[in-house]
């Protein structure tokens, strides 16, 4: 069983997200009856080249906030760091708006309508990130999960009224994330007073010089992690158009479920993998949870893949229905990418950070490779195999390279089983009727839950028992 101090604080992070995160997931059956595949893979694209833009753009500074104002303690100089943070943010902001538009309204022929509200979605996101980070910087963790969970409502709610009822399609889902991006700042604002840190006597080129110089190396992480997980949307729509994207996009709803909760492990993870290095160096229980977790997520994927063919049934008239066969595979990613971000949480904790970018771009290369050389002959196939494959190279490749530093051994025996019987069950749910993927989704469970009873009555014990005391 997971640790106490390990299981309490993947609670408390669960909580945080699940609060903010539940409404989209909701959005998935909207975005099957009301938004075209072709928009949705346009909005994908776009959103696919904001999540690139804006780190470089940034020079990802926001890591830097975080680290400058967290370790200092004299109050001018946290000053000195929000306002010289914040205005060259600003200034990047003006910069960017000005760049996006000028590439759209050159090079691309969307109405003027979108052409205008793409920068602005990319300036409201990166302004957002800054300011979030902001509130985690000084300290004030709530307003970072508040603002959150504000952000995905007022998101929800705007595609309920322009997409859904007012049918604004594409722009529709432009501007629907615009207002949750903003509600961000706005929330932020109204609560720390961010304004109030800044002044223009505050700005310092030498604090920024710093600043950069911490932040820029971390670019190329985001990079190469953005090469594995979203470069294959460009391949997509630069060989079989948007279409295709959206069909991909709509696919891969389902895995970033998989992704949000299993990022909320790694945050733990992460910090229990530091704290048992300055304790004891890595401890058996530590290989034993990392095991555990790598079980639970097998296990769910597993119970998943007849519950979507269960979905797809109820939106088999809709655009969405022809990306069924690719929905089920995008799982076995997500779960080879969590479990890759646990292993390498060991790097941070015995200060090997370049292994975890040395690792990830191997990864990035081998999916980039895989999707480029494939994609004429097996099309939106080439880019789920390449993730796969690329996600287990950069998991084994951070194995490999932790083992010559500490001891981890961890037993691959049940992983790989598990994952044999993933494909077996994925193969012959997605070639039988809905009928018969229900009567599979409860023997599934039933032998999960028969196999894994006393795990599922600790985990009852030690984790939402706690999880109802906090409430």
């Not at 906030?65 to 000053?79: C, G």
């Not at 009224?161 to 604004?168: E, S, W």
């Not at 999707?371 to 084994?396: D, E, K, N, R, T």
């Not at 490749?397 to 691959?412: H, P, T």
Request: hydrophobic residues 55%; aromatic residues 14%; glycine residues 4%.
């Amino acid at each position: 069983m997971l640790e106490s101090r390990l299981s309490n604080k993947i609670s408390i992070y669960f909580i945080g997200m699940m609060s903010s995160k539940i409404l989209s997931v909701l959005l998935i059956p909207l975005y099957a009856f009301y938004v075209s595949a072709s928009a949705l893979g346009y909005y994908d694209y776009m959103q696919t080249v904001m999540s690139i833009t804006i780190p470089i753009v940034y020079i990802a500074i926001w890591e830097a906030i975080l680290k400058f104002v967290l370790s200092e303690s004299n109050e001018v100089t946290r000053k000195k760091v929000i306002s010289t943070s914040a205005f060259f943010s600003m200034t990047i902001t003006l910069f960017l708006a000005v760049l996006v538009f000028v590439i759209l309204y050159k090079f691309t022929s969307q109405p003027l309508s979108i052409i205008l509200l793409v920068p602005i979605m990319f300036v409201t996101y990166g302004l957002a990130v800054i300011w979030q980070y902001l509130a985690r910087s000084l300290e004030q963790n709530k307003v970072y999960v508040f603002a959150g969970v504000v952000s995905t409502i007022i998101n929800f709610l705007a595609v309920l009224i322009l997409v859904c009822f007012v049918d604004l399609k594409l722009e529709g889902l432009f501007l629907s994330y615009i207002f949750g991006q903003f509600s961000i700042i706005v929330f932020i604002e109204r609560k720390l007073c961010i304004r109030n840190y800044l002044r223009i006597g505050h700005f310092d080129y030498g604090v920024l010089r710093k600043m950069l110089t911490f932040s820029a190396p971390l670019v190329l992480n985001l990079i190469s992690l953005w090469l594995m997980s979203a470069f294959g949307r460009f391949i997509i729509t630069n060989e079989l158009g948007t279409n295709a994207n959206g069909l991909f996009s709509f696919a891969n709803k389902f895995s970033l479920i998989i992704t949000m909760i299993g990022s909320v492990i790694t945050m733990a993870i992460v910090e229990e993998a530091i704290l048992s290095t300055r304790e004891k160096g890595i401890n058996p229980q530590f290989k034993k949870n990392i095991e555990l977790i790598c079980k639970i997520f097998q296990c769910a994927i597993l119970i998943a893949v007849p519950m979507i063919v269960i979905f797809y049934s109820f939106i088999s008239q809709t655009d969405y229905y022809a990306s069924l066969k690719y929905a089920p595979w995008l799982l076995l990613y997500a779960v080879a990418t969590t479990v890759s971000a646990n292993v390498g949480s060991i790097f941070q904790a015995i200060n090997k950070t370049r292994y975890q970018f040395l690792t990830t771009v191997i990864g990035s290369l081998m999916t980039v490779s895989i999707a480029y050389i494939f994609i004429a002959s097996i099309g939106i196939y080439s880019v789920i195999v390449g993730q796969i494959v690329g996600s287990i190279v950069m998991l084994f490749a951070r194995y490999l390279l932790v083992n010559k530093y500490v001891n981890f051994k961890i037993n691959w025996i049940p992983v790989i089983n598990m994952t044999v019987l993933f494909i077996v069950t994925t193969i012959i749910c997605l070639n039988v009727s809905v009928t018969m993927n229900i009567v599979v989704f409860l023997i599934i469970t039933a032998g999960i839950c028969f196999t894994n009873f006393t795990l599922l009555r600790n985990a009852y014990i030690r984790i939402f028992k706690k999880v109802d005391r906090q409430i």
